[in-house]
């Protein structure tokens, strides 16, 4: 090898295989550099690699709208979506998911699908516009997964979005999205009771179905304002 | 956020009234007592007394410096690898007033202003290491212009672009100054500024490392080569905006409160595009390292005492924070884009001090070490440079919104201007 890249000849015609290489790897990289992360690789930061902001988690490789829904990018033009940890915390076992039809269009910031809690329905918002391309059959089957693992095993809906880059940008996402769950956490601080109060002093973290526990009466009307968007 | 400017403009307040606003910003704001203080204070003024014997009896006596080895760890650290960190200035105006890319809005000017100020200390730095630094201005006024002497290109470029990075600048003086006249100059003149300073910032990046073509042969052959400009400028890509994500991560925490809405809502979407330039620009640079290595048949200089420090430097620093931005990027993380940040900036200090003092005559039995003196100094005009830093940041509007005065000559007054602080009626 030593010989070959002291001859000026050999060493001239690997500088050209370089130049090459570079130009070949060059849009390949750049490919790879703005795509998203495979499928398989995404369930694990997305399911395992949490972060806890305060009670809830948060995984650093989603987006989240306002309204308690996130959203990862599972393939360029390709997203996952489904409820986020606050809200399954809040509303507590799901008895039912109801998911719209694969083909179906999504508004962004409005209903994109309905959890069936204590006979209420809650329709939580789309986080993203685009058409539903794939729904979680498991989670139809078991609603509880939702309540298991809402960033992963959890997941509802996949939606195809041209402008998918774009549209994850409009979401809250690092430490934004963790100032925004600080405040409705804050918010929901506000409303504890003197008993769901002492988890704050043991140190602990909500358990599910939050709502009912601070209101057994009006749990309905606070889970809606405390999922409210604005 | 908060209010920033309060005081009326300048063309009513009189020279008095002038006066008395700059004597009232003089004063500290906040305890002066801090940890930073008790730490940089005291090696600021021990620096300064090191500089005033520097002076008086000669850099012999502070400084390891020789005939043999002339240029030390001021030069090596503030001069070239401080005007490498500074390179994040031309390519964020670059991005925002050339490629027009609006979501870098909010970092330009503390960039241009931490542009600057690199230059105003770092490329200054160059005077305590002069023989003779009251002969620097000679390329300037001609009495010995020094026209064969790549030299004469650094001066001539540090100098025009120290006045461009102020040009930019300046609109924000005026604004603190309250002075909308000289504002409405000024902001015309940001433009050309721009312009000129990113084709200035190019030349010199590349002039530095022209500077060490002439010591062919002193270079060990890893570390020299024909490519060095190109490799300097392509590397004060990545080592600028390193530095600015770094700056930003600290300003973010110490500066939080003067930070407009705009720019906490835009951050993590800056660093992920700022981290984006750098991984590219590390593709380009770690290509250009092979096919200097084997255009410059250095192979087998790879499995040698030299060739294992230059790999750590290459593949610890380089090709490692290039895959880690490559995967922040990918994955939107911020703290992975942080750690990436970091690393090259540890890459790019090695580099710096490699090819200007590590490598430098390596066959010779005797080596250059800096002093401590040399040290005490160096982290004395790093310490300088951020007191200044601070003081503007926390007077001018860099980070917080400009007066709405200033933001209403840019815009049609029926266009919302969010962030802008409302100037009070008597003066609107």
Request: charged share 15%; glycine share 8%.
């Amino acid at each position: 090898m030593e010989t070959l890249v002291r001859d000026p000849f050999a060493s001239k015609g690997i500088e050209y295989l370089l130049v090459l290489a570079f130009l070949a790897l060059l849009p390949l990289y750049w490919r790879y550099l703005n795509g998203v992360p495979r499928l398989a690789a995404l369930r694990v930061p997305v399911g395992e690699r949490r972060v806890l902001s305060g009670w809830f988690r948060l995984p650093e490789a989603a987006s989240f709208h306002p309204g308690h829904t996130w959203a990862v990018p599972v393939r360029p033009g390709r997203v996952r979506i489904g409820v986020d940890d606050f809200a399954q915390k809040l509303l507590g076992a799901a008895q039912a998911v109801r998911l719209p039809d694969v083909g179906t269009r999504l508004v962004g910031g409005a209903p994109g699908w309905t959890l069936d809690v204590e006979n209420r329905a809650f329709d939580l918002p789309a986080p993203l516009a685009g058409r539903v391309v794939a729904r979680n059959e498991s989670v139809l089957r078991r609603p509880g997964l939702l309540n298991e693992d809402p960033y992963g095993a959890g997941w509802l809906l996949e939606l195809e979005v041209p402008a998918w880059r774009s549209g994850l940008g409009s979401l809250l996402h690092g430490d934004r999205a963790h100032a925004w769950l600080a405040r409705a956490e804050d918010a929901l601080r506000l409303r504890m009771s003197p008993e769901v109060g002492a988890v704050l002093q043991d140190g602990g973290v909500p358990v599910p179905g939050i709502a009912r526990a601070l209101s057994a009466d009006e749990w309905e009307r606070l889970a809606r304002e405390l999922l409210d968007p604005k | 956020m908060i209010a920033t400017r309060s005081e009326a403009p300048a063309e009513r307040r009189g020279l008095q009234g002038l006066l008395r606003f700059l004597i009232g910003e003089l004063k500290p704001k906040g305890s002066l007592l801090t940890p930073f203080n008790l730490i940089s204070a005291p090696i600021i003024v021990l620096a300064a007394v090191l500089l005033a014997i520097r002076f008086t009896h000669g850099l012999a006596s502070i400084t390891n410096l020789s005939q043999e080895f002339p240029w030390g760890l001021w030069k090596g650290f503030n001069v070239i690898t401080g005007v490498a960190f500074a390179g994040g200035a031309y390519v964020v105006t670059f991005l925002y007033y050339v490629l027009r890319q609006d979501r870098y809005h909010s970092i330009v000017r503390i960039t241009v202003l931490n542009g600057f100020l690199a230059y105003v200390f770092y490329a200054g730095a160059l005077l305590l290491d002069l023989g003779r630094p009251w002969k620097v201005i000679n390329p300037i006024i001609g009495n010995s212009f020094g026209l064969s002497s790549v030299l004469f290109l650094v001066a001539w470029h540090f100098m025009l672009y120290m006045i461009a990075a102020f040009l930019e600048f300046s609109p924000a003086v005026a604004e603190w100054l309250g002075m909308r006249r000289l504002r409405r100059t000024l902001a015309t003149l940001t433009l050309g500024a721009v312009i000129f300073g990113v084709t200035l910032s190019m030349l010199h990046q590349s002039g530095l490392g022209a500077l060490f073509l002439m010591a062919k042969g002193k270079i060990h052959p890893l570390w020299y080569s024909e490519f060095i400009p190109v490799l300097f400028f392509v590397s004060s890509i990545f080592a600028g905006l390193s530095l600015v994500i770094f700056e930003g991560t600290i300003s973010k925490r110490a500066f939080r409160t003067r930070m407009t809405d705009e720019h906490h809502v835009h951050h993590d979407e800056i660093v992920l595009g700022l981290s984006k330039v750098c991984a590219g620009t590390m593709f380009v640079y770690l290509f250009l390292k092979v096919v200097d290595l084997v255009h410059g048949q250095k192979v087998g200089l790879l499995d040698t005492p030299m060739g294992h420090w230059y790999l750590l430097e290459v593949l610890g620093f380089v090709l490692v924070p290039f895959a880690l931005f490559t995967e922040a990027v990918r994955w939107r993380n911020q703290m992975l884009c942080r750690v990436a940040a970091v690393l090259t900036m540890i890459g790019i200090l090695l580099n710096r001090l490699n090819v200007s003092i590590i490598s430098f005559k390596w066959y010779e039995t005797a080596h250059y070490v800096p002093s401590p003196w040399e040290f005490v100094v160096t982290l004395g005009v790093v310490f300088a440079e951020i007191w200044v830093f601070r003081w503007i940041v926390n007077r001018l509007p860099v980070l917080s919104a400009p007066p709405l005065w200033a933001v209403e000559a840019r815009v049609p007054a029926t266009r919302p201007v969010p962030g802008a602080v409302p100037v009070p009626t008597s003066e609107a």
